[in-house]
């Protein structure tokens, strides 16, 4: 039996950094904060929360969901499950306006005299938030769903403590090895969800992310696409979903299973 997920992260903008010139994120808070002595945590994590870049919006997006692999230095692979979304905040930035304005001084009269001041503007602008599962288990729609439901009960401020969510997360759903059987468990929040282990440890788990290659490209493309990984030719995918990159990466490496 292994643990569904190893670590709890939640990332956000570094608002200090921001002030020096740097646009960055940076941990908030990780759970459990000490590292577990067979699965040691991951550095520099927020990187890859926002692939491209740290930065403020004039415009609230919806949330997102994607999956990102990482391999440590043992080969091991590690999927961190990503859900982004916007917070508000306020900025007052001081805009200076040069207007002339007359004054006394001393020794002088009615001298005209250039002088400076400024006016505060409140803006809205829209901060990414991140929540991530990092785990050494491959359940995709598992993550996806634990994640929309701890972030529906933060947004809609249900009485049920995220404290007491994540920990169902990290420490009390037990996922069986493969050829195991199904695993019902709720995280705490009135959820019912499944979990299926797959029949074999080494057939990989595509879900439809076959069909989705196929449908976006179609057989033909998809068919130059497997020649170029066949003949060791680089590939390089473009896309505005994060996700669909997934998919798309984890298709072809399952296209390559019987060549193993």
């Known amino acids: 039996?292994?643990?569904?997920?190893?670590?709890?992260?939640?990332?956000?903008?570094?608002?200090?950094?921001?002030?020096?010139?740097?646009?960055?994120?940076?941990?908030?808070?990780?759970?459990?904060?000490n590292d577990w002595h067979d699965t040691p945590f991951i550095?520099?994590?927020?990187?890859?929360?926002?692939?491209?870049?740290?930065?403020?919006?004039?415009?609230?997006?919806?949330?997102?969901?994607?999956?990102?692999?990482?391999?440590?230095?043992?080969?091991?692979r590690h999927y961190c499950a990503?859900?982004?979304?916007?917070?508000?905040?306020?900025?007052?930035?001081?805009?200076?306006?040069?207007?002339?304005e007359e004054t006394l001084t001393p020794g002088r009269t009615n001298s005209l005299i250039p002088a400076v001041t400024t006016v505060t503007h409140h803006s809205i602008m829209y901060a990414p938030k991140c929540l991530v599962?990092?785990?050494?288990?491959?359940?995709?729609?598992?993550?996806?769903n634990c994640l929309g439901t701890i972030y529906t009960v933060y947004i809609?401020?249900?009485?049920?403590?995220?404290?007491?969510?994540?920990?169902?997360?990290?420490?009390?759903?037990?996922?069986?090895?493969?050829?195991?059987?199904?695993?019902?468990?709720?995280?705490?929040?009135?959820?019912?969800?499944?979990?299926q282990p797959p029949l074999y440890s080494t057939l990989p788990v595509t879900g439809t992310s076959v069909d989705f290659l196929f449908t976006q490209l179609g057989i033909k493309n998809v068919l130059l696409l497997f020649c170029a990984m066949m003949t060791e030719h680089k590939i390089l995918f473009h896309s505005k979903s994060y996700s669909r990159l997934t998919d798309s990466c984890r298709a072809l490496t399952a296209l390559m299973y019987p060549f193993r």
């Open 1 to 33: 039996m292994s643990r569904l997920a190893d670590y709890f992260v939640i990332v956000g903008y570094d608002h200090e950094k921001e002030r020096s010139g740097t646009r960055s994120g940076k941990i908030l808070q990780r759970f459990p904060e």
């Open 43 to 76: 550095e520099g994590i927020e990187w890859f929360c926002q692939p491209l870049g740290w930065a403020l919006s004039t415009e609230r997006q919806e949330p997102r969901f994607f999956v990102s692999v990482l391999t440590d230095i043992d080969a091991n």
């Open 82 to 100: 990503c859900l982004c979304f916007n917070e508000t905040i306020s900025i007052t930035p001081n805009k200076p306006i040069d207007e002339e």
């Open 133 to 144: 599962l990092v785990s050494r288990l491959d359940y995709t729609e598992t993550f996806r």
């Open 156 to 195: 809609e401020s249900l009485g049920f403590p995220l404290e007491t969510l994540i920990g169902n997360i990290l420490g009390c759903i037990q996922v069986p090895p493969p050829g195991g059987p199904q695993v019902r468990f709720s995280i705490g929040a009135g959820d019912k969800q499944a979990l």
